[in-house]
């Protein structure tokens, strides 16, 4: 069955850039969309972006100027990295599959808490 | 952009129904057929319970049920169990061409 399991560096300072991981199994990460989300402790979910076949990309605005989305074929990989983080950056990330827009987020992964504190 | 408008939370009794709302605008839930409806349990990853407003995955139960009127998009669990109790939360498509998500909503079984 399809497996993402995200992985990071759980803490980092203000302004460095965060690097995460997203390794899937289970399906050829070629297809589908791939979605990073984020969750503050305690508050909601926030979409941050997706990347798809080809390269394609789709950023939330809010997070657009700062980031990457990216996939490594060869590694069945999905990466993102935001850069200059501050404390408002601090949640636990997800990366999920999609199917299509009717279905953009079917298959989640566990998620990786990020702590931005000096 | 605000967040969709789900009520904070919502209770009943084992068996009953209960409905939770998800209101946007007439550029989010209004314009697409692109709402889904995600469940959460404490301390796990959300779970896509409906998409396409309307349908489910293979293996959500036929408890679960999703509908769109207007600009208000609403999840309907029948039979209400004890692992029901959970956080839902909604999401949809907008006309900026991001995804959304409302507040969520806590859900008590009594």
């Known amino acids: 069955q399809v497996q993402l399991q995200e992985s990071g560096p759980g803490v980092l300072n203000p302004s460095e850039t965060l690097s995460l991981t997203c390794t899937v199994s289970g399906v050829s990460i070629t297809s589908s969309y791939w979605s990073w989300i984020r969750q503050s402790p305690g508050k909601g979910l926030e979409w941050i972006g997706y990347t798809y076949y080809g390269g394609n990309t789709n950023y939330n605005p809010s997070l657009k100027s700062r980031l990457t989305i990216s996939a490594d074929t060869s590694k069945s990989q999905v990466s993102l990295k935001l850069n200059s983080v501050t404390a408002a950056d601090t949640a636990v990330y997800y990366c999920?599959?999609?199917?299509?827009?009717?279905?953009?987020?079917?298959?989640w992964g566990q998620g990786t808490l990020v702590i931005v504190s000096s | 952009q605000s967040a969709l408008t789900q009520p904070a939370s919502l209770s009943g009794s084992p068996g009953q129904s209960i409905t939770i709302s998800c209101t946007g605008t007439s550029s989010d839930v209004g314009a697409y057929n692109y709402v889904s409806w995600y469940q959460q349990h404490p301390g796990k990853a959300p779970k896509v319970l409906i998409y396409g407003v309307t349908d489910r995955p293979s293996g959500t139960s036929t408890r679960f049920s999703g509908s769109k009127s207007g600009n208000t998009a609403s999840l309907t669990i029948s039979g209400l169990q004890t692992e029901d109790e959970a956080q839902y939360f909604c999401?949809?498509?907008?006309?900026?061409?991001?995804?959304?998500f409302g507040g969520g909503t806590q859900v008590t079984v009594l």
């Open positions: 999920a599959r999609g199917l299509s827009y009717f279905d953009i987020l079917r298959d």
């Open positions: 999401s949809s498509y907008t006309s900026a061409g991001t995804w959304m």
